[in-house]
């Protein structure tokens, strides 16, 4: 059975950094797609950044470019989130998800492939 475990969420300042991990277990995680999602209270999920199987192709959403970085380990079946210049329109909890490719190299999959979630971890930045 497939499970995923994040880490490193936390409070920190405006401003400050974080870097998260996900740490994967029963599936070949080098097929698959990696991603961040977020979900502030009140509001819906919405996808951060995802990383291709193959090539490690990335994407971001508009709202973290130049600020947030995705990488993948593949030797040790984990992906990270690096966040930096934090800002309280951040705060949210942030789920690390997996999901097979239409395309090895494609960083885009309908949101409705996630197949595998983590729990979630708190990321909270004060003013």
């Known amino acids: 059975q497939a499970q995923l475990v994040e880490s490193g969420g936390g409070s920190v300042q405006t401003g400050g950094s974080l870097r998260l991990s996900c740490v994967a277990s029963?599936?070949?995680?080098?097929?698959?797609?990696m991603a961040w999602f977020r979900q502030a209270p009140g509001k819906e999920r919405d996808i951060v950044t995802s990383?291709?199987?193959?090539?490690?192709?990335?994407f971001y959403a508009d709202f973290v470019k130049g600020r947030f970085t995705i990488s993948r380990d593949d030797a040790k079946a984990t992906v990270y989130l690096q966040m930096n210049n934090l800002t309280p329109e951040d705060t949210a909890v942030y789920y690390c998800?997996?999901?097979?490719?239409?395309?090895?190299?494609?960083?885009?999959?309908?949101?409705?492939?996630?197949?595998?979630w983590g729990q979630g971890t708190q990321v909270t930045v004060s003013s």
């Open positions: 990383i291709s199987s193959v090539g490690h192709n990335v």
């Open positions: 029963g599936l070949t995680f080098d097929s698959y797609v």
């Open positions: 998800a997996a999901a097979r490719p239409s395309e090895d190299w494609s960083p885009f999959v309908p949101m409705n492939s996630y197949a595998e």
